[in-house]
């Protein structure tokens, strides 16, 4: 086995595994608070692929730049899905919980495909394919941006969660909620927020994706199973742990991708998935466990 | 008195083919398999309460060892689909004491089963011995009573409602056993029922093995009907929730549920599939996934409970 190979392959694995981690860590946020399964997180994603995608069409707008339009938008959106259908069955059961949102996944996805039709798109952007090497190994810069701000937004919110009010009132509500609401804390105003931000980085991603990922209505499935992935190996709620999950997986798929044929490589990911179920349900880093 | 209704739809039911046309069969028939499937879930989903999103794992199974073993040994599939329901009661017994032995409750065991859905469907699609992508095509044998083949709808529309009757009469007794005292204890409150000195993982583990059973069964059924199964259309997440589905709309735990919740899904989604079309691809599946959703917010009980307090 060509070690350089591995090692490239490696690379882009970790690459890939940047985005991922921005997927995964609006999916650990709702998670982690609201404790809802949000089957419709990657439809998210795939709108903010749009959005970015008719923004620069239109507009001209640089996806990167595009990102301080969809993140404001796609909070609010989040708010207002969580306000109109996610809170109406927050005290159901959690089948009826994960049929929601099922149902919104499949609304949205066709929604797209009504819309858009199922037609690929993408962008060429001057900087799609600029890479930029390192010894032997080339790294693609839209990538590689895509993990820097990866970074960026985790850190964002760790801090925002650690320092601010409001983030510690979040993180109160994750951990217990019903003692939340007697301290005051505005419990459905929380749900609110938090569902919001999860939503801008789901929309966040599909922005950063853009450049070097193509555009269609079924994107957002092909992500959602592997945040879910994520979100457990890293421990549910736990960002740095979606972000450390986020670059295991897509080094583990890529190099996966080497020995197994075809569609197997998924198989990586649901092992490991399996194996962190049952062994470490809290996550490598910790997180919430039912 | 109250039995009336009941014995009036199905004599209804036992009478109709002999005036229905061959569409209306064929979505009969539709309904009374996906009730039965319902009603296999049901036992783990419902009654045990432990919710599984990978049942598509059961249906496979048995759609596939029934296939396999008629087109490569000649088995008759009224045999075949036996080895496929042991065989997956097998591997639900695996993947329910593994899941539980460590512990996943709720949404972590329906992650597990998602994975597992997953896991099995991928496996289908890359292995060609199995069929791979492409599937597997049952050789045509016309009326062939041993290859469980019949040209006309009619024999499959009293098979499969026969199976609901039956599956949903095992329920029945299940509900009323001590078995069924346990899941239910088990469901409303595991801690409490260990304390009481039931061996949760042990029920646990046998509805699991029960509910695939069941479900095989099924599978193998949709295989004959069909004649036509690949990993698309029998394994994975989107089958299982499928299979899941009717019975969560028509109410979990409930006896009547999966075959109210069959009856209410299987002619709303083709009277819009009729109104709407598949013309402008999604319309359909978006009215469809609007629909989940307000019965999700509407009826979160269910659409049977509600029913039932009508009638009252």
Not at chain 1, 45 to 55: E, K, N, T
Not at chain 2, 75 to 88: C, D, E, K, S, Y
Not at chain 2, 122 to 146: E, H, M, R
Request: glycine share 12%; charged share 10%; hydrophobic share 55%.
């Amino acid at each position: 086995m060509d070690m350089n190979l591995l090692v490239q392959v490696a690379i882009n694995g970790l690459l890939t595994g940047g985005v991922f981690a921005i997927i995964a860590i609006g999916l650990t946020l709702i998670f982690g608070v609201l404790e809802i399964v949000n089957f419709a997180h990657g439809e998210f994603v795939m709108l903010g692929m749009y959005a970015s995608y008719f923004l620069y069409i239109f507009l001209g707008i640089d996806p990167y730049l595009s990102l301080l339009i969809v993140m404001p938008v796609f909070f609010f959106f989040g708010m207002l899905i969580q306000k109109s259908l996610i809170e109406r069955v927050m005290k159901a059961r959690f089948h009826i919980q994960i049929l929601l949102t099922l149902g919104l996944m499949l609304f949205l996805q066709n929604f797209a495909q009504f819309a858009w039709s199922s037609d690929f798109r993408s962008v060429k952007l001057p900087y799609s394919s600029s890479v930029f090497q390192v010894g032997e190994f080339i790294i693609n810069i839209p990538r590689l941006i895509a993990c820097f701000l990866a970074l960026v937004i985790a850190g964002v919110l760790y801090f925002f969660l650690k320092k601010t009010d409001l983030g510690m009132a979040i993180k109160a509500c994750a951990v217990e909620k019903e003692g939340a609401s007697i301290v005051g804390i505005n419990v459905e105003r929380i749900y609110l927020i938090a569902f919001g931000i999860g939503i801008a980085c789901a929309g966040a991603a599909g922005s950063i994706l853009l450049p070097f990922f193509y555009v269609s209505p079924n994107v957002g499935s092909v992500f959602v199973l592997t945040a879910f992935v994520i979100v457990v190996l890293g421990g549910m709620g736990n960002f740095v742990g979606a972000l450390l999950g986020g670059f295991i997986i897509g080094a583990a798929e890529a190099i996966g991708e080497l020995f197994l044929p075809g569609a197997l490589k998924q198989v990586v990911s649901f092992v490991i998935f399996i194996l962190i179920l049952f062994f470490r349900p809290m996550g490598l880093l910790g997180g919430k466990v039912d | 008195m109250k039995f009336i209704l009941p014995v009036l739809i199905l004599l209804f039911l036992f009478l109709l083919p002999l005036f229905a046309g061959t569409y209306l069969l064929h979505l009969m028939i539709l309904i009374f398999l996906y009730a039965y499937l319902g009603q296999s879930w049901n036992v783990l989903g419902g009654y045990a309460g432990q919710l599984s999103l990978g049942h598509a794992t059961f249906l496979g199974l048995g759609a596939y060892t029934s296939t396999l073993l008629f087109i490569h040994l000649g088995v008759t599939p009224w045999l075949g689909m036996f080895v496929g329901a042991i065989l997956a009661a097998l591997c639900g017994v695996i993947i329910g004491f593994m899941s539980f032995h460590f512990g996943l409750k709720s949404h972590f065991f329906a992650l597990a089963t998602i994975a597992f859905a997953e896991i099995f469907r991928l496996f289908a699609t890359s292995f060609q011995a199995v069929g791979g992508a492409q599937g597997l095509l049952i050789p045509l044998k016309g009326n062939d009573l041993y290859a469980l083949q019949f040209v006309e709808k009619d024999p499959f529309y009293y098979i499969a409602l026969i199976m609901v009757i039956l599956c949903t009469g095992i329920v029945y007794l299940l509900q009323r056993s001590k078995f069924g005292f346990y899941f239910v204890a088990i469901r409303e409150n595991e801690e409490a029922a260990k304390a009481l000195g039931i061996n949760t993982l042990r029920y646990k583990v046998l509805a699991t093995g029960i509910s695939a059973f069941l479900t095989a069964l099924g599978g193998s059924f949709y295989a004959q009907y069909v004649l036509y199964i690949d990993p698309h259309g029998t394994f994975g997440v989107l089958n299982s929730v499928d299979i899941a589905l009717r019975t969560i709309i028509g109410g979990t735990g409930t006896l009547l549920g999966p075959i109210v919740g069959s009856f209410v899904l299987s002619p709303l989604s083709e009277m819009i599939q009729t109104l709407i079309g598949v013309g402008r691809g999604g319309v359909y599946m978006m009215v469809y996934g609007a629909i989940l959703m307000i019965v999700c917010i509407v009826m979160p009980n269910g659409v049977f409970p509600y029913i039932k307090r009508l009638w009252k």
